[in-house]
């Protein structure tokens, strides 16, 4: 009997511990997604038995346990949880999780599920080189990993520069224009990108990746290093081309450079490599004065002044007994030259034109004799050298006219002048049965007679009329006076064919004629001796003047098209020779320099230098005045003369002078 009360029990109790577990189940009705991004909503629900238990839900990650759901649940079988996996909530939390579920004694685990705050970037750039001050253009796509577009910001730094630059984001979508500096150097440079989401000030989710970029040299500059700013004749000139970029870094490769004159005639020109030492010979009969070199490389200009000293210099050579000496500077050789004969001593005073020379025949009595011919900086000496005559002495060759050798070129010459004598008097003879030419013959026959020796009789050759600038070794230095006309504002056509037809005018006008050469807006007339015929050019020149500053004032009262200038009036060294009926010169030191400088001072007038002052104070009264920091002057009158009474009474008249 007891026994059968024990096992009544027994099932008893096993029927309500069986009827309590099967009324605390617990399970999901929907489970969580695999994966989340921050800030994404966690939405998840579970149904449960019905019986009368505490409900717990709980997020369970690697790093940390996060509750999401406590409730007793009384008549409840369902529980929906939300919960928005923002950084408030999470911490720190990511990575892979799971939601672990109780009730009652009842624990269930959901499916793993990720959370992260990846942002996958998808970038496009224009290129991967640049030069300073170019656009880096960067586009792109933003995604975070939950596939939906980024609504953000958007940011690009440059570090080693200290740029950053920040942009909006929207629906996954981004560009920015980076300008890069001036001055960047050159070199391979990381530009680092981030985009990100931000909720209330605090950084969510976000992307980040580096792209590289090439910043390439730009040359920027040149600079010439020259081994001395004065160079002597004879010695040569070390210079090194250099060529720097944005960031004052050297770069290297080719340059190609020429020496000119200050008035850019050029004397040499080359190619060179960046960085290396070159070496120009200055030839010792280059016309002293200032001088430039002119670099150019990738597009870049550079230039340095340096300055050529006068060399007056001679060379001495003996041809059997006769001394030749010749002169090798590049000014007048004037010099006491010493000839030793054993122990005589002849004192020689040599002038010589740059390239001329001379030569002198050394005498004594019939013996061998040692020389030695020094003038202080040049010497040459003979130790065993024949001489005849009767005492020592040195005489200059100027010629021997009936030295052997030379009776035929003697006996030539005669006759040529014979037969030009003959000519000459037969049309004498023949113009006095003959009318009096038109005034248009008679201009043209105002032409110079030169003596054609190659032909046997006379040629007519017209005087130069125009000039060219170029470089002149062999040639006559001669002083020269210049006009100088600056135009300063651009000329219309009427304005044009104005101004040609005045200069024509005046210098048609001159009796002694002038050479044009135009150099840019400066318009110059030049009275060399070559071509007038006389040294006195000065107050030609300064009166060619005043009648072009009579008649461009005249112009401008009469037209519309106005020409403004200034003229100016200047004397100075020019070496020069006629060649093809063309004056071709080279200016010395600065004589061009000054004329055109001083006609950019003059304003409506005609300026005078001091040089052609002091060679004019005679005949032309001046009052001084300074432009700038030059000392010029202005005329104020002209003093009478028979010559020249007509002009002055002219020039008076027009500029209103009593």
Excluded at 221 to 236: C, F, R, V, W, Y
Excluded at 355 to 382: C, F, H, Q, R, W
Aim: contains cysteine; charged residues 30%; hydrophobic residues 40%.
């Amino acid at each position: 009997m007891r026994k059968q009360f024990l096992f009544i029990g027994i099932m008893v109790l096993l029927t309500v511990y069986l009827t309590s577990m099967v009324f605390a189940e617990v399970w999901f009705v929907k489970e969580p997604e695999q994966l989340y991004s921050l800030g994404d909503n966690l939405d998840i629900s579970l149904s449960v038995s019905d019986t009368e238990e505490q409900l717990e839900v709980e997020l369970s990650c690697p790093d940390a346990q996060k509750m999401l759901f406590v409730k007793y649940l009384i008549n409840e079988t369902y529980a929906e949880i939300s919960q928005p996996l923002a950084k408030s909530f999470l911490g720190e939390v990511k990575g892979e999780c799971n939601i672990i579920a109780r009730y009652g004694r009842e624990e269930i685990k959901s499916q793993k599920f990720k959370i992260v705050d990846l942002v996958l970037l998808n970038i496009n750039s224009n290129k991967r080189e640049y030069y300073p001050e170019e656009d880096v253009e960067i586009s792109g796509k933003a995604e975070k990993s939950n596939t939906q577009l980024l609504n953000g910001f958007f940011e690009l730094n440059l570090e080693e520069l200290n740029l950053t630059l920040t942009e909006p984001v929207e629906e996954g979508k981004f560009t920015t224009n980076l300008t890069l500096p001036k001055t960047i150097a050159a070199g391979t440079y990381l530009l680092n990108i981030m985009v990100y989401e931000k909720v209330e000030e605090e950084i969510t989710n976000f992307g980040r990746t580096k792209i590289g970029i090439i910043i390439k040299q730009k040359p920027t500059k040149i600079d010439l290093a020259l081994s001395s700013q004065t160079i002597k004749p004879g010695n040569p000139l070390e210079f090194k081309i250099l060529l720097y970029d944005q960031s004052d870094a050297l770069v290297q490769g080719d340059a190609s450079f020429v020496v000119q004159s200050i008035e850019n005639v050029p004397v040499k020109q080359a190619l060179t490599k960046i960085n290396q030492g070159e070496a120009f010979l200055i030839e010792k009969n280059l016309s002293s004065g200032y001088y430039k070199i002119k670099a150019y490389s990738s597009g870049v200009y550079g230039e340095r002044q340096f300055f050529v000293e006068e060399n007056e210099e001679a060379d001495f050579k003996f041809e059997n007994s006769t001394l030749i000496i010749r002169n090798i500077g590049n000014v007048n050789y004037d010099k006491a030259i010493q000839v030793r004969i054993n122990e005589g001593v002849e004192i020689i005073s040599a002038e010589l034109e740059v390239g001329e020379e001379k030569k002198y025949e050394l005498m004594a009595p019939d013996g061998i004799y040692s020389i030695v011919i020094t003038d202080g900086a040049t010497s040459l000496s003979n130790q065993g050298l024949s001489l005849t005559g009767s005492i020592i002495s040195v005489k200059e060759l100027r010629g021997r006219f009936l030295s052997k050798g030379k009776i035929f070129v003697w006996v030539f010459i005669i006759l040529v002048l014979g037969l030009f004598v003959f000519a000459t008097s037969r049309r004498v003879l023949k113009k006095r049965f003959v009318l009096a030419d038109s005034p248009e013959k008679t201009e043209k026959r105002r032409k110079v007679i030169k003596e054609d020796k190659k032909q046997g009789g006379v040629t007519l050759v017209n005087l130069p009329s125009e000039a060219e600038h170029t470089l002149v070794l062999k040639g006559h230095k001669q002083d020269t006076a210049i006009i100088c006309l600056k135009v300063k504002n651009e000329l219309s056509r009427d304005a044009k064919t104005g101004l040609d037809k005045i200069l024509k005018e005046v210098r048609d006008a001159q009796p002694a004629k002038a050479v044009s050469y135009k150099s840019n807006a400066y318009f110059l007339s030049i009275f060399s001796p070559l071509v007038t015929k006389t040294f006195k050019n000065h107050v030609p020149a300064a009166k060619a003047a005043l009648a072009l500053e009579s008649k461009l004032k005249e112009y401008n009262a009469k037209f519309k098209d106005k020409i403004e200038f200034g003229i100016s009036v200047h004397s100075g060294d020019v070496v020069g020779r006629v060649e093809n009926n063309i004056l071709k010169f080279t200016s010395l030191g600065s004589t061009l320099l000054i004329a055109k400088k001083i006609s950019d001072l003059a304003k409506e007038e005609v300026l005078l230098s001091k040089e052609l002052r002091g060679k004019t104070l005679n005949e032309i009264k001046t009052e001084k005045t300074e432009r700038g920091n030059l000392e010029v002057f202005t005329v104020s009158r002209l003093v009478s003369s028979d010559g020249n009474e007509k002009f002055i009474q002219d020039f008076l008249k027009r500029q209103g002078i009593k």
